[in-house]
């Protein structure tokens, strides 16, 4: 399915918010942010001075991450900035104008990843880094710039995304990348880009033992991974891989009959150790058969039917569509599969999209590759995470 840093660390300038000011009159500094989770090194300011759990962020102040290190913003609107390891962000100026409920304003992002996430507080600000600069309205995205390129990956909403090749509007599920040659969309993220998405998140996450400051964690509920921050857990799942999680995001406006069928059987624990019966690299990950056996096709269900809900949404890395018979189109049941790269284009408009993976796609590109397998990997669980967070 189609679907920063002085001395070696790289710097992150991290965005501000400032109350509106008297006309003529220049706006005072103020903590426009806290910092939710921080792992590792983390410093701000020319002297270099930690952050730790629970710090303000304030305007024009200069944050640095180091190696294997990250933290999550909550912003003076709630929206949520996440930074990964090795990244330089400079803020110019970022307001947050509450009396108008906007945010305006402009950074420049030298190096390093990101991912942000809109609190759906209207928004009017740039994102420059050296190849491109971004306008965002209000959405989800991830953004790395490296080696002098800028990539720039849409999980909601629009981007518009200028540079000397032009200005295009990228939209949810686009992936474009801008060099100092060239400008063009691809099919999927980098795997530099995904790594990296990955690893900050992991990180953050409190996984592959990482160090983090200030944060506690309780066995009974885990601590909510910062890329689901402002999403709502009613439409989303985890599905437990025993490599790791994966987050998917349903999708009720493309599919409400495909997304209340799929919850459903999840709530019944309906999926939970069923088998990846079809894996093929690049293409799709299919699973869901209750009576697959080792070996076997891969072709049962629960035995009710449920009719299409085709879209335009094309089958970009990510995606997650139902299964059906190839010669009717009303037979979907409780099979689904996972876009894994661009071979899925071909099944866009075909098959119906209902969800797609907003963490953990490493996870699933490292299944092995199986028809009819005899040692099929499977899934532990899969849960609604708002059943988690009660």
Same mark, same amino acid.
């Given at each position: 399915?189609?679907?920063? @840093? %002085?001395?070696?660390?790289?710097?992150?300038?991290?965005?501000?918010?400032?109350?509106?000011?008297?006309?003529?009159?220049?706006?005072?500094?103020?903590?426009?942010?806290?910092?939710? /989770?921080?792992?590792?090194?983390?410093?701000?300011?020319?002297?270099?001075?930690?952050?730790?759990?629970?710090?303000?962020?304030?305007?024009?102040?200069? +944050?640095?991450?180091?190696?294997?290190?990250?933290?999550?913003? @909550?912003?003076?609107?709630?929206?949520?900035?996440?930074?990964?390891?090795?990244? &330089?962000?400079? $803020?110019?100026?970022?307001?947050?104008? /509450?009396?108008?409920?906007?945010?305006?304003?402009?950074?420049?992002?030298?190096?390093?990843?990101?991912?942000?996430?809109?609190?759906?507080? %209207?928004?009017?600000? $740039?994102?420059? *880094?050296?190849?491109?600069?971004?306008?965002?309205?209000?959405?989800?995205?991830?953004?790395?710039?490296?080696?002098?390129?800028? &990539? +720039?990956?849409?999980?909601?909403?629009? +981007?518009?995304?200028?540079?000397?090749?032009?200005?295009?509007?990228?939209?949810?599920?686009?992936? !474009?990348?801008? =060099?100092?040659?060239?400008?063009?969309?691809?099919?999927?993220?980098?795997?530099?880009?995904?790594?990296?998405?990955?690893?900050?998140?992991?990180?953050?996450?409190?996984?592959?033992?990482?160090?983090?400051?200030?944060?506690?964690?309780?066995?009974?509920?885990?601590?909510?991974?910062?890329?689901?921050?402002? @999403?709502?857990?009613?439409?989303?799942?985890?599905?437990?891989? %025993?490599?790791?999680?994966?987050?998917?995001?349903?999708?009720?406006?493309?599919?409400? +009959?495909?997304?209340?069928?799929?919850?459903?059987?999840?709530?019944?624990?309906? !999926?939970?150790?069923?088998?990846?019966?079809?894996?093929?690299?690049? !293409?799709?990950?299919?699973?869901?058969?209750?009576?697959?056996?080792?070996?076997?096709?891969?072709?049962?269900?629960?035995?009710?039917?449920?009719?299409?809900?085709?879209?335009?949404?094309?089958?970009? &890395?990510?995606?997650?569509?139902?299964?059906? $018979?190839?010669?009717? %189109?009303?037979?979907? #049941?409780? /099979?689904?599969?996972?876009?894994?790269?661009?071979?899925?284009?071909? $099944?866009?408009?075909? !098959? *119906?999209?209902?969800?797609?993976?907003?963490?953990?796609?490493?996870?699933?590109?490292?299944?092995?590759?199986?028809? /009819?397998?005899?040692?099929? &990997?499977?899934?532990? =669980?899969?849960?609604?995470?708002? #059943?988690?967070?009660?």
């Amino acid at each position: 399915m189609n679907i920063f @840093r %002085p001395s070696g660390v790289l710097a992150l300038l991290l965005a501000v918010f400032c109350a509106a000011a008297v006309p003529g009159v220049a706006m005072a500094v103020e903590n426009v942010g806290t910092a939710k /989770r921080v792992v590792n090194e983390v410093v701000t300011g020319s002297f270099g001075q930690s952050v730790q759990v629970g710090d303000g962020l304030i305007a024009h102040e200069t +944050v640095v991450t180091g190696n294997k290190s990250a933290i999550d913003i @909550r912003l003076a609107d709630q929206s949520s900035l996440t930074i990964g390891e090795n990244s &330089e962000l400079i $803020l110019d100026d970022l307001v947050y104008g /509450r009396d108008q409920n906007k945010v305006t304003g402009a950074f420049r992002m030298m190096s390093g990843i990101i991912r942000f996430a809109s609190a759906g507080v %209207p928004m009017d600000f $740039l994102i420059k *880094t050296p190849t491109a600069t971004i306008g965002i309205r209000g959405t989800q995205f991830d953004v790395q710039v490296k080696d002098g390129s800028t &990539e +720039v990956s849409v999980v909601e909403g629009v +981007v518009v995304v200028q540079s000397r090749f032009g200005i295009v509007d990228v939209r949810s599920g686009q992936v !474009y990348q801008v =060099t100092t040659r060239r400008a063009a969309f691809a099919d999927a993220r980098s795997p530099g880009m995904s790594q990296a998405i990955e690893f900050m998140v992991t990180m953050l996450d409190g996984g592959n033992g990482a160090a983090t400051s200030g944060v506690s964690t309780t066995a009974a509920v885990p601590a909510l991974p910062p890329i689901l921050a402002g @999403r709502h857990t009613e439409n989303l799942l985890v599905v437990d891989l %025993p490599r790791g999680k994966v987050y998917v995001e349903l999708l009720p406006d493309l599919a409400p +009959v495909h997304v209340r069928r799929v919850k459903q059987l999840v709530r019944q624990k309906f !999926y939970d150790g069923l088998a990846f019966h079809f894996v093929r690299q690049d !293409y799709v990950a299919e699973t869901g058969d209750p009576s697959f056996t080792p070996g076997g096709a891969g072709g049962g269900g629960t035995g009710t039917t449920i009719a299409a809900e085709f879209s335009s949404t094309p089958f970009t &890395e990510g995606m997650v569509g139902m299964s059906r $018979l190839q010669d009717d %189109p009303d037979s979907a #049941d409780s /099979r689904f599969f996972f876009a894994l790269g661009p071979t899925a284009r071909s $099944l866009d408009g075909k !098959y *119906t999209v209902w969800g797609r993976v907003v963490a953990g796609m490493p996870y699933l590109k490292a299944l092995k590759p199986a028809n /009819r397998p005899k040692a099929p &990997e499977r899934m532990t =669980t899969v849960r609604v995470v708002a #059943d988690l967070y009660k």
